[in-house]
């Protein structure tokens, strides 16, 4: 990972350039996958999207992290919690791991990861067909279990399907 790149809580006040930072990965992890008229617009409710935050952040305690580079740029954000759904595979999940495309490969997916979710064990939810985000999940010890949920419309129809890992002894990487 770049030594110039710090993890920590997102800041209150830092949460509209978080989700522009959040739709920026959208962006290049979606591309070609949703219409470039969805990808345009993410900015559009970003307003909307912040008091959203903003009252959760009170509401929950639960805080995402996000990687900072050495001008202060966000250039990476995780979240995670407790499982959601009816009968969840673990108690963890990893709601949202994303990092702009020049950071790829670093290993700053993987450390904002053991920031939000530590060694316990979790699930996630992916885009089916997202080959680098799955590949990205089994280096962290995430498989599919077989769940599928289908998306909205503007998902195209397509679906996410689950991973699950067992709890880590050490750090997946």
Request: glycine share 10%.
């Amino acid at each position: 990972m770049n030594a110039m790149v710090t993890i920590r809580p997102l800041r209150i006040h830092e949460i509209e350039a978080a989700l522009r930072m959040k739709n920026q990965g959208w962006r290049q992890a979606y591309r070609g996958k949703l219409s470039e008229e969805i990808l345009a617009g993410l900015d559009d409710s970003i307003e909307a999207q912040a008091e959203a935050w903003r009252m959760g952040f009170d509401a929950t305690g639960v805080v995402p992290f996000v990687a900072v580079d050495d001008d202060g740029a966000i250039v990476g954000i995780a979240g995670g919690g407790a499982t959601r759904g009816d009968n969840p595979p673990t108690d963890v999940e990893l709601f949202m791991i994303y990092v702009l495309e020049e950071h790829y490969g670093t290993g700053l997916g993987q450390a904002l990861a053991d920031a939000v979710i530590g060694n316990a064990a979790a699930c996630v939810w992916v885009l089916d067909g997202n080959e680098r985000a799955i590949a990205f999940y089994r280096k962290l010890g995430f498989e599919p279990d077989g769940a599928k949920e289908q998306l909205s419309e503007r998902w195209n129809g397509l679906n996410d399907i689950r991973m699950v890992r067992p709890a880590m002894s050490a750090p997946a990487h």
